[in-house]
């Protein structure tokens, strides 16, 4: 069963920094693109990353260039989202995202709370 676990989210300081993950089970990350969304309470789900299958090209929304850095472990069959400087407007729920053969793979999510 083809199936994408995030993790790594929770309550961090403004200024503060997490790392996602993002683990494959069932198939090789390293075959295709990962894209990280996210959606706030109120809000629609929003590109924030992505990486490309051998992971030499990388996309940012502008919202979160220069602070977001998304990177792939093919050995852990794992994406990463590094995120720095967050702010409160980076809370959100975040997930990742794979296209597989004309279908769309979402993972459960991880909950971002960036709160003093």
């Known amino acids: 069963q083809l199936k994408l676990v995030e993790s790594g989210g929770g309550l961090v300081q403004p200024g503060g920094s997490l790392r996602l993950s993002c683990a494959a089970s069932?198939?090789?990350?390293?075959?295709?693109?990962i894209g990280w969304f996210r959606q706030a309470p109120g809000k629609e789900r929003e590109g924030v990353a992505c990486?490309?299958?051998?992971?030499?090209?990388?996309n940012y929304a502008d919202s979160v260039k220069g602070r977001f850095t998304t990177s792939r472990d093919s050995a852990k069959n794992t994406v990463y989202l590094q995120m720095n400087s967050l702010k409160p407007e980076d809370t959100a729920v975040y997930y990742c995202?794979?296209?597989?053969?004309?279908?769309?793979?979402w993972g459960q999510g991880t909950q971002v709370t960036v709160s003093s």
């Open positions: 995202y794979a296209r597989i053969s004309l279908n769309a793979y």
């Open positions: 069932g198939f090789p990350l390293r075959h295709y693109a």
């Open positions: 990486i490309d299958s051998s992971g030499d090209t990388t």
